[in-house]
């Protein structure tokens, strides 16, 4: 698959992290869609049907694993690879 069609949502409340992990990404030419919490991170899931969710664990509202359960009930999200940071 061709680098710049594979979409990535970063999901992560530092601000550091997501700069960082963005440029990175980007960098080596993914699409990368930043999220600040879980709720943002499901909506933005349902836009952009991610390939990849690098999702953190401890946020506050929802942690990573609630929001993992909610992601994979979305039918869209079935084959999206999630991996906690």
Not at 36 to 50: D, Q, V
Not at 77 to 85: A, E, S, Y
């Amino acid at each position: 698959m061709d680098k710049e069609i594979f979409r990535i949502l970063l999901v992560d409340d530092e601000p550091d992290i997501i700069d960082f992990l963005s440029y990175n990404l980007k960098k080596e030419g993914f699409q990368v869609f930043p999220a600040t919490n879980a709720r943002e991170a499901i909506e933005s899931a349902r836009k952009y049907i991610p390939h990849l969710i690098l999702l953190d664990v401890m946020m506050p509202e929802m942690d990573g694993i609630d929001a993992c359960y909610e992601l994979k009930q979305i039918p869209e999200l079935q084959n999206t690879l999630i991996v906690f940071l």
